[in-house]
């Protein structure tokens, strides 16, 4: 794997991470490996037990409690929501489920109380909700929000699982901490878990969140507070092992095979589709990314399933993804945001497959973009351009003396010694093409053609 640590330390300078641990399982085997600090002012090293904010991956462990509830016969999935909480949910005229709320498909798109955190008029503070009675008071009026019918679009909600921590507690009669403490965290000895925050923040091994702004980092917080059921989790590495385990052990008692096989069904296609652009079929490409119940599913990964979810907080990100028939999992935990885990949560898996790390689709494209970007000059230096990169897109800015003109590229297709984009300028679509030649990278765009020179 030294290969692959070095990958994940290059995006880490990249993108400005400063802190990430990753377990990986293979089978009976763990490893843990971290890189850089989880305090950058003490400049200490994650280890196996450094508290992260966990974020969304919360919602797996909702997820499972909703399901354990099920396979006790305490709810169905069918139930609409107003069977077991004081409010009647109608979306188009139609009842708002469980299964909607689990599946992210009740029609409702996301209406921001968790994501006004992040947002420019709530930051830090967010949106004054911090109980079940404030959310209901939030979302009155939700259903004219709709975009879809029930059970048909996927739309992230991260209101519809915190109404699934109060169905929670309404079925098994205690506070949805306890209940996640009790039935799942203490069955799996995740003994270093938690939602409270005095306890994390007393810790000597905790993972201090951070924050970007204008490239400068500072210090964050997790998601803490009385709803903590759509991304209030704080874990680690090691407890994060006994979690992943259970997935490759058919649930590992605390969930039927039945139970587990229903939260890894494909339930709804997600709208965020990869595209290989290297490939030469001209067939359209088939849905490969889906969501189950409270479960992400990516489809023909090197012939496998890839069953998990990630996270985001303020200031830090977490990755689970796992193949239960190779009995391969791994969990990414950072204390910042940077370059995705997902990506390299597929990377540590394609490794440990056996496959080719640079052949992924991804990586390949990354190198491309990296490749691209760079200064180019027109014919004997009559104008000058930049490509520049960032966050996985390029941007063409070509200088004039009173303004650039600047256009987004994205990407159509890869050959071997052509790569093809189209921008739009006002409402015309324009082709952008790059050429590999024996002088090197040639740029393309209407009546234009620059040459890179550095």
Not at 118 to 136: A, E, R, T, V
Not at 316 to 325: C, E, H, K, V
Not at 424 to 447: C, H, K, N, Q
Request: charged fraction near 25%; glycine fraction near 10%; hydrophobic fraction near 40%.
């Amino acid at each position: 794997m030294t290969a692959v640590d070095a990958f994940v330390l290059e995006k880490m300078v990249e993108s400005k991470l400063p802190g990430v641990g990753y377990v990986l399982l293979e089978g009976e085997t763990v490893s843990y490996r971290s890189f850089g600090f989880r305090d950058m002012q003490r400049r200490l090293s994650p280890t196996p037990d450094s508290l992260f904010g966990l974020g969304s991956i919360t919602k797996v462990f909702t997820a499972l409690a909703i399901m354990q509830l099920r396979d006790r016969g305490e709810l169905s999935l069918e139930d609409p929501l107003g069977k077991h909480l004081d409010i009647d949910v109608e979306v188009r005229g139609q009842e708002v489920t469980i299964e909607h709320l689990l599946s992210h498909t009740s029609g409702v798109p996301a209406l921001g109380y968790s994501e006004s955190k992040m947002s420019k008029h709530w930051f830090m503070d967010g949106y004054p909700i911090n109980s079940y009675s404030d959310l209901l008071t939030f979302m009155r009026g939700a259903e004219s929000w709709a975009h879809a019918d029930p059970g048909k679009v996927w739309h992230y909600l991260n209101e519809g699982y915190i109404l699934l921590g109060a169905i929670i507690e309404r079925c098994s009669g205690m506070p949805y901490c306890d209940y996640i403490v009790r039935n799942i965290l203490e069955p799996l000895g995740m003994e270093r878990s938690t939602f409270d925050q005095d306890r994390v923040e007393g810790d000597p091994d905790r993972a201090i969140p951070y924050l970007k702004r204008d490239g400068a980092l500072f210090v964050g917080s997790n998601l803490y507070g009385e709803i903590p059921a759509a991304g209030g989790l704080v874990s680690t590495c090691r407890d994060m092992a006994s979690f992943a385990q259970m997935f490759l052990q058919d649930g590992g008692g605390l969930i039927s095979s039945e139970g587990l096989a229903l939260m890894g069904r494909r339930y709804v296609a997600l709208p965020a589709e990869a595209v290989d652009v290297f490939s030469r079929s001209k067939k359209r490409p088939m849905r490969t990314s889906f969501y189950g119940l409270g479960l992400q599913i990516q489809t023909d990964f090197f012939g496998h399933d890839v069953i998990g979810h990630g996270g985001g907080v303020m200031g830090g990100t977490s990755y689970l993804a796992a193949i239960p028939a190779r009995r391969l999992a791994v969990v990414l935990l950072a204390n910042a945001h940077g370059y995705p885990l997902s990506q390299l949560a597929f990377v540590l898996l394609a490794a440990a497959l056996g496959e080719e790390v640079e052949a992924l689709p991804f990586v390949r494209f990354e190198r491309l973009l990296n490749r691209l970007a760079g200064s180019y000059a027109s014919f004997r230096e009559t104008m000058l351009a930049d490509v520049t990169c960032q966050d996985g897109e390029l941007t063409l800015s070509i200088h004039f003396a009173h303004e650039d003109r600047v256009y987004r590229l994205n990407p159509e297709r890869v050959g071997r010694n052509r790569a093809r984009f189209q921008t739009t300028s006002g409402i015309r679509r324009l082709p952008v093409e790059f050429a590999f030649t024996a002088e090197g990278v040639e740029l393309v765009i209407e009546r234009y053609k620059f040459r890179k020179f550095i």
